[in-house]
């Protein structure tokens, strides 16, 4: 129920009206009338982060994960921010830094990262490499992510890097066009980004910074299982 509200892109109150002008839909979740609109709000803070990555990481199981990922950063808009995290971060905002593994052959987003301060993407890439290294074969990225520690750990664990050089000099240049043909198919983290925002919507509703964590996790969820029934 509150992965099909994500669907619905409605506000509370508008899910619950809209429930109880279709009982067909209700049959479906074997309810009579819709919950209350407290109750969607209380069930999406009940499912913490670590349940939500886990649902993500089945999810892109369902929708094909190859192993082939890239890792790419963007940024959603946020409808309303919480002071006291904006306070505590000491950093002015109007959006979050998301980061998403997505599998380039199925579109399947595994791990999502988000950020509202000016973090490294190499840092960042290093964080989401290490949690699914076992699921990878190929992790490609642009130069933002160039970092040899972060080339180093994936040859460790048997993942071929394809993360440009920052073309300093005529042999990172070099490096960077023997690359160009496998590394063509990063476009595809981008296309995963056009179809979150295209779908769902680029802004957040939560007002809270942990809760438009969790709806962006939820977003991509949905994205997967649309995915995985195409």
């Known amino acids: 129920m509150i992965l099909y509200r994500v669907e619905l892109e409605k ?7 809209y429930l109880n002008e279709m009982p067909g839909v209700l049959a479906v979740f074997d309810l009579d009338d819709a919950p209350h609109y407290s109750s969607f709000c209380r069930w999406e803070n009940e499912y913490r982060m670590p349940e939500l990555r886990r649902l993500l990481r089945t999810s892109a199981e ?4 190859s192993g082939e990922a890239a890792i790419d950063a963007s940024g959603f808009q946020r409808d309303q921010t919480s002071y006291h995290y904006r306070d505590r971060a000491n950093y002015s905002f109007h959006s979050m830094k998301t980061t998403i593994l997505i599998d380039v052959n199925s579109l399947a987003i595994k791990d999502v990262h988000f950020t509202t301060q000016k973090a490294w993407d190499g840092h960042i890439g290093m964080q989401v490499f290490r949690r ?8 490609s990225a642009d130069a933002n992510y160039s970092w040899s520690d972060l080339r180093e750990e994936c040859r460790s664990n048997s993942t071929r890097p394809l993360i440009k050089h920052r073309e300093q000099t005529p042999l990172q240049k070099a490096h960077n066009a023997r690359m160009n043909e496998d590394y063509n198919q990063r476009w595809m983290s981008e296309t995963g980004f056009s ?28 994205h997967n299982l649309t995915q995985a029934a195409s």
């Open 11 to 17: 506000s509370l109150r508008e899910t619950e009206d």
């Open 195 to 222: 179809q979150l925002k295209e779908d769902d919507g680029e802004k957040l509703r939560s007002r809270s910074w942990h809760g438009q964590f969790r709806e962006l996790t939820r977003k991509c969820i949905i």
């Open 62 to 65: 369902q929708a094909g994960w």
């Open 132 to 139: 699914n290294a076992e699921d990878l074969r190929v992790l």
